[in-house]
T-cell receptor, first 113, second 115 residues
Framework: GDSVTQMEGPVTLSEEAFLTINCTYT??????LFWYVQYPGEGLQLLLK?????DKGSNKGFEATYRKETTSFHLEKGSVQVSDSAVYFC????????????FGKGTTLSVSS | DADVTQTPRNRITKTGKRIMLECSQT?????MYWYRQDPGLGLRLIYY???????NKGEISDGYSVSRQAQAKFSLSLESAIPNQTALYFC??????????????FGPGTRLTVL
């Protein structure tokens, strides 16, 4: 079945460091891919998305490119801030529109000043 | 005001008790979902509903039931709570306008502890 695998955390970085969180997926067809972020004590918020191969999603300095050949959707940011400390979830939607998301297990990012 | 609200935000209950978690949304979406989050396991789908008359089981529906009282309301019940149902529960919605992306909007979560 469909699945998402993302790197285990926690990831600990200093402010202004470069961030990569790896995400790979297994799916039939052509899923849409998402990164969600969960700040402490809050629900999940959509960070960025991509709906087809080679699409690049971007938001708040974060980027991820839908790579069909490597079935990957790695999250990157050039210079992290303390306020980026959160849990990040990679997710995919099944090919049938409207069905639920399949999430990775989440990666905790901690950024220190 | 938040678009997706959940009540209660925190609940402590005892083994064997019946408990209901409620979700309301003002986004006008027809699709609603219940997930549970456990440390190290991510989010797992419990139930989902495409409209008032269409309710479907997710991957971990055993021990849970749901009710879609109206388009805007979707409740999750634990008929007889057990300690391994201690988790953070999230409600989410998605609408036809975002259908091709399946973007979902999440509530703030309910932290449930079963003693």
């Amino acid at each position: 079945g469909d699945s998402v695998t993302q790197m285990e955390g926690p990831v600990t970085l200093s402010e202004e460091a470069f961030l990569t969180i790896n995400c790979t997926y297994t799916a039939t067809g052509y899923p849409s891919l998402f990164w969600y972020v969960q700040y402490p004590g809050e629900g999940l918020q959509l960070l960025l998305k991509a709906t087809k191969a080679d699409d690049k999603g971007s938001n708040k300095g974060f980027e991820a490119t839908y790579r069909k050949e490597t079935t990957s959707f790695h999250l990157e940011k050039g210079s992290v801030q303390v306020s980026d400390s959160a849990v990040y979830f990679c997710a995919l939607s099944r090919t049938q529109a409207g069905t639920a998301l399949i999430f990775g297990k989440g990666t905790t990012l901690s950024v220190s000043s | 005001d938040a678009d997706v609200t959940q009540t209660p935000r925190n609940r402590i209950t005892k083994t064997g008790k019946r408990i209901m978690l409620e979700c309301s949304q003002t986004k006008g979406h027809d699709r609603m979902y219940w997930y549970r989050q456990d440390p190290g396991l991510g989010l797992r789908l419990i139930y989902y509903s495409f409209d008032v008359k269409d309710i479907n089981k997710g991957e971990i529906s055993d021990g849970y039931s749901v009710s879609r009282q109206a388009q805007a309301k979707f409740s999750l019940s634990l008929e007889s709570a057990i300690p391994n149902q201690t988790a953070l529960y999230f409600c989410a919605t998605s609408g036809r306008t975002s259908e091709i992306y399946n973007e979902q909007f999440f509530g703030p979560g309910t932290r449930l502890t079963v003693l």
